[in-house]
C-alpha cells in the first residue's frame, strides 16, 4: 500500500523517529515515501493516504499548512484528521481544557495587535517568570523566559510581546519550576492508548532538545492525560500530552501535540510497530 509520509523540506532538527517509523511501515507492508508539505512540484490531489510526521516548519506559514491539509484530505485519507489538525494548531486550545476542567498550566491569550502590562500580568499570574510565545509554534520557536523586573534582557520582555503581537496572537504563562528538575513529562498516545512517557528538558529559542527515557506512567500523569485525551481519543491515530508539576505537586498540562509531535519510537520497544499496525487498520476500514 502506497503512503506519504509528510514532512517539510528543510527540517530545523534531526527526525530521529523516521528510521524506526520507516522500518515498521515497511514490515507492516506500506510503500511508503517521505514527500515535504511545502514542495509545490508533489501532486497532493493524488489520492495517496498520508500522515503526518515532521512538517515542523508549518508555524512559518500556518495559513498555507492548514489550505494544504484541507487540500491533501478531499482526496486521500489524512492522520490525524483535518478537523483534529485545525484544532490543534493554535494554542488556545489550552483555554478549552481548562474550561473543561482539566488541570492546566495558567494561560493568558494576548491577541494580535494588542498591549498589555506585564507587571499587572506577573502579578496576575502570581509568578515574576514569565515565559512568552507564539500561539502558533513548533519546538522552541519564539519561546523565551523572562524574570518580570529583572536585570535588562535583548529583547526586553516587552518588545518580545510586541514582536510576536505583531504577527498573531501570543501566550503568556507563568514559569513552572518543576520542569528543571522534574522534568516535563511527555504522554505519548499510540493506537488508542499511552504507551510510553518520556523526559524533557526546558526549552527556549536556541536550546536543543534534551530528553531521557522512557519512564513509568504514574496513574495521577495518565488520568490528567487521558482527561485531556478524552473528546478525541477515538478520532486520532497519535498525540503527545506534555506534563508539568504544579507547586503543590499535581500534574497538569503544558501542551496537547496532535498535529506532528515527536512520538520518541527509539525510547519504547514496539511503539513504531503499534503505529504502523494501527494505520493499517484505520485505512482498511476507510472509507473508499
Not at 524506526?20 to 493516504?49: M, Q, V
Request: glycine share 8%; net charge negative.
Amino acid at each position: 500500500m502506497r503512503l506519504r509520509v509528510a514532512t517539510c523540506r528543510t527540517l530545523p532538527e534531526i527526525d530521529v523517529d523516521a528510521a524506526p517509523l520507516a522500518a515498521a511501515l515497511a514490515a507492516h507492508g506500506f510503500s511508503a515515501e517521505l514527500a515535504a508539505w511545502d514542495d509545490p512540484t508533489i501532486d497532493w490531489d493524488a489520492p495517496i493516504p498520508t500522515i503526518l510526521r515532521s512538517t515542523w516548519n508549518y508555524a512559518l506559514d500556518v495559513v498555507g499548512f492548514l489550505s494544504w491539509i484541507d487540500r491533501v484530505s478531499e482526496t486521500s485519507t489524512l492522520w490525524n484528521p483535518p478537523a483534529i489538525v485545525h484544532g490543534n494548531v493554535h494554542k488556545r486550545y489550552l483555554i478549552d481544557l481548562a474550561a473543561r476542567g482539566v488541570p492546566t498550566v495558567p494561560t493568558r491569550i494576548i491577541e494580535r495587535g494588542t498591549t498589555v502590562d506585564l507587571d499587572e500580568l506577573a502579578a496576575d499570574l502570581g509568578s515574576q517568570r514569565l515565559v512568552i510565545k507564539p500561539e502558533v509554534g513548533a519546538g522552541s520557536l519564539g519561546t523565551r523566559l523572562f524574570t518580570i523586573g529583572g536585570p535588562p534582557t535583548n529583547p526586553t520582555p516587552h518588545a518580545h510581546l510586541a514582536s510576536l503581537t505583531s504577527r498573531g496572537a501570543a501566550l503568556v504563562q507563568p514559569y513552572v519550576a518543576s520542569v528543571a528538575g522534574y522534568g516535563e513529562r511527555s504522554m505519548v498516545w499510540i493506537d488508542g492508548e499511552l504507551s510510553h512517557a518520556i523526559r524533557k528538558a526546558p526549552r527556549f529559542v536556541g536550546d536543543i532538545e534534551r530528553i531521557e527515557g522512557p519512564f513509568p506512567i504514574l496513574a495521577d500523569e495518565r488520568a490528567v492525560a487521558e482527561a485531556a485525551l478524552a473528546p478525541v481519543a477515538d478520532q486520532i491515530l497519535y498525540g503527545r500530552v506534555d506534563l508539568a508539576r504544579d507547586e503543590a505537586g499535581a500534574p497538569m498540562v503544558m501542551e496537547l501535540e496532535l498535529v506532528e509531535p515527536s512520538l520518541y519510537f527509539t525510547r519504547q520497544l514496539g511503539s513504531a510497530d503499534r503505529f504502523a499496525a494501527g494505520l493499517r487498520r484505520r485505512l482498511a476500514h476507510a472509507p473508499s
